[in-house]
């Protein structure tokens, strides 16, 4: 029993240390930048850093607030993008106010579930993507065409402007046809996602928006889409 209490002591008091490590580099940080609004501070796994989030970014410093690393920090393990998986959680949008006359619509089976893209025709990933999402049935995708490789914008401009756009987006991802030449049509859409996908800070593609305003980035496999397909409530 006499072990049982001090673990359960032990417990306490690395939790109670913890959160006091944490509220010191919360006040700490607001001191030094006292015109940034902060979200949430948490110590992360890797090398004893904390993960500050501020209103519109995400850093990194020391318990002693000594340094900070402002950029992206990966997973050596899983060669995840941390600091953007984050940022997909906190930084959430609501998904009925993304402006879906700016994208293109496919209906999969009955169409309940959805999810919105972020995509360019020049990306691999996202024609590794495309085949994941072939194995996906029930949802409805609303892509986004993100123009940012190079080539990409020629591209992006003769699958919008096609008669089909679903059918030559699937010609150029899922069986590497360039798109034919289309004639001119209004393409400011293309302007407004690359000035959306500034707004909610994805500069990669893919990116999968869930219903509960969640942002993917990066490949995901069908059973992973699947999960948070079924699990996303809308917000």
């Known amino acids: ?56 970014s995400i850093v990194y410093t020391d318990e002693k607030t000594d340094f900070l690393i402002s950029g ?53 990933f996202c024609k590794r993507l495309e085949k994941e999402l072939e194995k996906v049935d029930n949802v409805t995708i609303y892509r986004f065409i993100l123009a940012i490789l190079p080539g990409s914008p020629e591209k992006a401009r003769d699958i919008w402007c096609s008669p089909d756009r679903d059918k030559a987006w699937r010609d150029a991802l899922l069986d590497g046809k360039t798109p034919p030449k289309a004639k001119a049509c209004d393409t400011s859409a293309l302007k407004k996602v690359a000035q959306l996908a500034a707004k909610y800070r994805i500069n990669g593609t893919p990116a999968i928006v869930f219903a509960d305003g969640s942002i993917n980035p990066g490949l995901m496999p069908a059973d992973e889409i699947e999960k948070e397909l079924s699990s996303a409530r809308p917000n």
């Open 1 to 56: 029993m006499k072990s049982i209490g001090y673990a359960v002591f032990a417990f306490l008091f690395f939790m109670s240390s913890a959160q006091a490590d944490v509220a010191s580099v919360r006040a700490a940080m607001q001191k030094k930048f006292p015109k940034e609004k902060i979200i949430e501070v948490v110590k992360t796994p890797y090398g004893g850093l904390y993960e500050v989030a501020f209103e519109d």
């Open 72 to 124: 992206s920090l990966y997973d050596t393990k899983t060669m995840q993008n941390v600091t953007e998986a984050r940022a997909g959680q906190l930084y959430a949008i609501k998904f009925d106010s993304l402006p879906f006359q700016y994208a293109f619509k496919e209906v999969k089976g009955n169409g309940k579930r959805r999810l919105a893209l972020f995509t360019d025709p020049n990306c691999p």
